[in-house]
């Protein structure tokens, strides 16, 4: 069974710092591209970043570009990243992961998805 478990979120001042993680279990973790997306109350999830399975290729949305890198561990610590700086009021929102086989920003391209973390940014 497919497993992936988000942590890290929180309460942070605007400008602070956050570290998301993502362990994953029940997939090859290594041969899937991983994705972080966000969801604020009434509105859309959106993508957020994602990072191909060696880990050559990463994409942003320009919102977070400058701010935020993803990162992962193929080894015998299947864990992808989400390094947050300077946090603005607006990044507030459950931050999911998400799993599948190749890099994209579409939601409903991603074959597994995490709970969520909360992430709270005051002003």
């Known amino acids: 069974q497919v497993q992936l478990v988000e942590s890290g979120g929180g309460l942070v001042q605007a400008g602070g710092s956050l570290r998301l993680s993502c362990a994953a279990s029940?997939?090859?973790?290594?041969?899937?591209?991983m994705g972080w997306f966000r969801q604020a109350p009434g509105k859309a999830r959106e993508f957020v970043a994602t990072?191909?399975?060696?880990?050559?290729?990463?994409?942003y949305a320009d919102s977070v570009k400058g701010r935020f890198t993803i990162s992962r561990v193929n080894a015998q610590n299947t864990v992808v990243y989400l390094q947050m700086n300077s946090l603005k009021p607006e990044d507030a929102a459950v931050y999911y992961c998400?799993?599948?086989?190749?890099?994209?920003?579409?939601?409903?391209?991603?074959?597994?998805w995490g709970q969520g973390t909360q992430v709270t940014v005051s002003s």
């Open positions: 998400a799993a599948k086989r190749a890099v994209a920003t579409q939601a409903s391209e991603y074959d597994y």
């Open positions: 029940g997939l090859a973790f290594s041969r899937y591209a």
């Open positions: 990072i191909s399975w060696a880990g050559g290729t990463t994409m």
